[in-house]
C-alpha cells in the first residue's frame, strides 16, 4: 500500500480513561477481528494486565479501514499505559508514530497524567486529536472538559472528537479524524535501510522477536541485516506484522509497523531504540534513540532457595529484554545468599517485575525494602553514589549526603487542599505554587524527596480525596538533607539486611517499627534478646525478647526448699555465661516476613 495512505498512531491518557476498551472498538470497526475473537482487553495479552485492569506493555496492531471518500488506508495503532511507572514505554510508542489519540474522561476531566502524555506527545512533535471519551455516562459534562482542553491543555476543542468506547458511539468519527489529520509518514528516499527497534520480547523456540518500525528501504525475508550499536549481522528468518495477533508478511515497506525475526539468540545482542540496517549498504548514521532511562528505585531480590539463583539469573535476563527499564546486577547478602540489586521506575513497577518473576518463570522470591540513590561527599572530596545502606561510609568521613528529589504534580478537588497540604509537609515535602484548574480542582506544583513517596503516597493520596486526587512526577536532582544510616542490633550484633538510610528526624519512629515486628518474628532464647535501633553508637529504639525459662526443679518434688534454690542458681549462672558468648541465630522465615511487612 502506498506511504500516503499509511497512518501511525497510538492511544495516550491517564489511567482508566478507556484506552484499551477504545483499541478493541477499533479492531471491531475495522474487521480486524472476527466475532469469534472478541473479548475485553483484546490487547492485554498478559494475565497481570486483565487481572489488575492496567495496560503495562504497549501492544502494536495494524488495521485496514475504508475511509468515506473511498479510500483504503493502512492504520497502525499502538495502545499505551497510563501509570506514571510506565511512561517510558509511552515514550518509545510515540516515537514510532506521528499521531496520537489524546482521551479524556468525560465525567472527571483532565488528569495528571493526562498532562504528562500530552507533553511526552508534543516533545515529539506529533499531531495530537483530542477524544472525549465515556459521554454515555450520567455524570458526563462534556462542555466542561472542553473549556479544560482549551484552559488547562491549550488544545483546540473545536476539532475534539465525543465518543463512548464502552457503548461504540463516535468511533467513525474517530477513525475519520485519524486519516484526515494525522500525516503520512515521511520516507527519505536516499535507498537506505533504517528500521528503529522500540521493544522485543523473547520467544523460547525463535529467539528474540523485535518490534519495528520501519523509516526508509524496505526489509524482506533471507535479506542480511546489521544492528547498528553492535555492528552485528543476522539474516531475516521472519518477518510480519500484527493483525493483532503475529501475521507473517513477504516485506516491510516504509511507514509500517511489524515484527522482524532474524537469528538472534541472546537478549544482549538487541538493544531498544537501535538502528537495524542493510549489511551490504549500511546507513551512513544511525536513527536518534531514545533517552537512557535510569531508575529510581532500587531493591534486592533474591530467592528463597539458595539453590534456585541461577534459574533467578536467567529469569531476569529475559525479563530485561522487553523491560529496558528494569536493571539488575549481582549481589550477596550474609542473610539472604546470593541475589541481584534490582533498579525500577517506580513502585509499581517494581510490583509488577516480581509478579511476573513469580508468574511466567515460576520463582518464588523476596525483595528486600525499596531504597534510592544517594550521592555522598566524603571528607577527602571525593563523591560515590550509594544505592545499599551497607555501602555507606563511615559517619566521620561523610561530608554531606544528598537526596534525589522530584517535582510532584498533584491534581485535586478544591475542598482537599488542606489535607494534601499537610501530607506533603509530614513527607518533608514543599508546596511551590497552587494553579487553579476550574471552579472545581486545583493543582499544587510540590517538591518532594523521592524516598518518602515511594511506598504509600499515592495510596494516601487517594484516600484522602476519596479517589479523586492524581499526581505525576518527574526528577528533579539532588539536594543535601540531615540523613543518617540506622542499624538493627540483635544481641548486639548489627544485621545489614535490616539497615536503611533515613531522615534524623523519622529514624526513632522507623526503629520503633522495625524493632516491633522483630520482636514478633524472632524466636525466643534461653536468655534476654535485645533488639536495638541505633544511629552511629547512640541507640533510639529498643525491644526485649523475654528468656525461654526451662523448668530445671521439675524433677525435685517434696524435699528442702535450698535444693531447688540451687538447682536455679545454677541456672542463672549458665544462662549469664550463654549472654557472654551466646549467639542469636534468625531464621530465614523472620527475614522473609519482615522484609514482606515493609
Request: glycine share 6%; proline share 4%; with cysteine.
Amino acid at each position: 500500500m502506498a506511504i500516503e495512505r499509511t497512518r501511525n498512531f497510538s492511544i495516550i491518557a491517564h489511567i482508566d480513561h478507556g484506552k484499551t476498551t477504545l483499541s478493541d472498538r477499533l479492531l471491531e470497526f475495522t474487521k480486524t477481528i472476527s466475532e469469534r475473537q472478541k473479548q475485553d482487553q483484546l490487547l492485554d495479552a498478559m494475565d497481570l494486565e486483565r487481572e489488575r485492569g492496567i495496560t503495562i506493555k504497549a501492544h502494536p496492531v495494524c488495521m485496514s479501514y475504508k475511509a468515506r471518500d473511498g479510500q483504503i488506508y493502512k492504520l497502525n495503532l499502538l495502545d499505551t499505559p497510563g501509570h506514571v511507572d510506565f511512561s517510558y514505554e509511552v515514550s518509545r510508542s510515540l516515537a514510532a508514530c506521528e499521531g496520537a489519540l489524546l482521551l479524556v474522561d468525560a465525567s472527571q476531566g483532565v488528569e495528571a497524567q493526562t498532562v504528562a502524555n500530552l507533553n511526552l506527545a508534543l516533545g515529539q512533535k506529533l499531531e495530537v486529536i483530542a477524544v472525549i471519551n465515556k459521554i454515555d455516562l450520567p455524570s458526563a459534562d462534556v462542555d466542561k472538559v472542553k473549556r479544560q482542553l482549551e484552559d488547562i491543555l491549550q488544545l483546540p476543542s473545536d476539532n475534539a472528537v465525543p465518543a463512548s468506547a464502552k457503548m461504540g458511539i463516535g468511533i467513525e468519527d474517530i477513525l475519520e479524524a485519524i486519516v484526515k489529520h494525522v500525516p503520512a509518514p515521511k520516507d527519505p528516499a536516499d535507498g537506505y535501510l533504517r528500521a528503529s527497534v522500540f521493544d522485543s520480547v523473547f520467544d523460547a523456540y525463535r529467539g528474540v522477536v523485535s518490534y519495528v518500525r520501519i523509516v526508509s528501504g524496505t526489509i524482506t525475508r533471507g535479506q542480511r541485516i546489521r544492528m547498528m550499536s553492535t555492528g552485528l549481522d543476522y539474516e531475516v528468518k521472519d518477518l510480519g506484522v500484527f493483525r493483532p495477533k503475529m501475521t507473517a508478511c513477504e516485506k516491510l515497506e516504509p511507514g509500517d509497523v511489524g515484527y522482524l525475526i532474524a537469528n538472534v539468540k541472546t537478549t544482549a545482542d538487541v538493544k531498544i531504540g537501535d538502528t537495524i540496517t542493510e549489511s551490504r549498504r549500511p546507513s551512513p548514521e544511525p536513527l536518534p534513540g531514545f533517552k537512557e532511562i535510569h531508575p529510581l528505585v532500587f531493591s534486592g531480590i533474591y530467592p528463597v532457595s539458595t539453590d534456585d539463583f541461577e534459574s533467578l539469573k536467567a529469569a531476569v535476563g529475559k525479563l530485561q529484554i522487553n523491560d529496558s527499564a528494569f536493571t539488575f546486577m549481582a549481589e550477596s547478602s550474609a542473610a539472604l545468599g546470593f541475589g541481584f540489586r534490582c533498579g525500577f521506575l517506580g513502585l509499581l513497577h517494581m510490583e509488577i517485575v516480581q509478579e511476573r518473576l513469580r508468574r511466567e518463570f515460576n520463582m518464588d522470591v523476596i525483595s528486600t525494602y525499596p531504597s534510592v540513590i544517594y550521592e555522598v561527599r566524603k571528607t577527602d572530596g571525593t563523591e560515590v553514589m550509594v544505592d545499599n545502606p551497607c555501602f555507606l561510609p563511615p559517619a566521620q568521613q561523610i561530608e554531606e549526603i544528598r537526596e534525589p528529589t522530584v517535582k510532584v504534580f498533584i491534581m485535586i478537588p478544591n475542598e482537599y487542599i488542606g489535607d494534601i497540604m499537610q501530607l506533603v509537609m509530614d513527607k518533608r515535602g514543599q508546596v511551590n505554587n497552587t494553579e487553579t484548574l476550574d471552579d472545581r480542582r486545583v493543582m499544587l506544583h510540590t517538591l518532594l524527596p523521592l524516598n518518602e513517596i515511594l511506598v504509600d503516597f499515592n495510596d494516601k493520596l487517594k484516600s484522602l480525596t476519596r479517589g479523586y486526587g492524581s499526581m505525576d512526577y518527574e526528577h528533579a536532582g539532588y539536594r543535601a538533607d540531615d540523613l543518617v544510616k540506622m542499624d538493627m542490633l540483635i544481641a548486639g550484633e548489627p544485621v545489614d539486611a535490616f539497615s536503611c538510610i533515613v531522615h534524623r528526624s523519622k529514624a526513632e519512629s522507623r526503629g520503633r517499627q522495625l524493632a516491633a515486628k522483630l520482636k514478633e518474628v524472632i524466636p525466643q532464647q534461653l536468655f534476654v534478646v535485645a533488639i536495638q535501633a541505633a544511629i552511629g553508637g547512640k541507640v533510639i529504639a529498643r525491644e526485649s525478647i523475654s528468656a525461654l525459662r526451662k523448668d530445671v526443679t521439675a524433677k525435685c518434688y517434696g524435699g528442702d526448699i535450698t535444693r531447688k534454690r540451687k538447682l536455679l542458681e545454677k541456672q542463672k549462672e549458665g544462662k549469664k555465661k550463654m549472654k557472654a558468648i551466646g549467639r542469636v541465630n534468625i531464621p530465614q522465615e523472620a527475614f522473609i516476613e519482615v522484609l514482606k511487612t515493609n
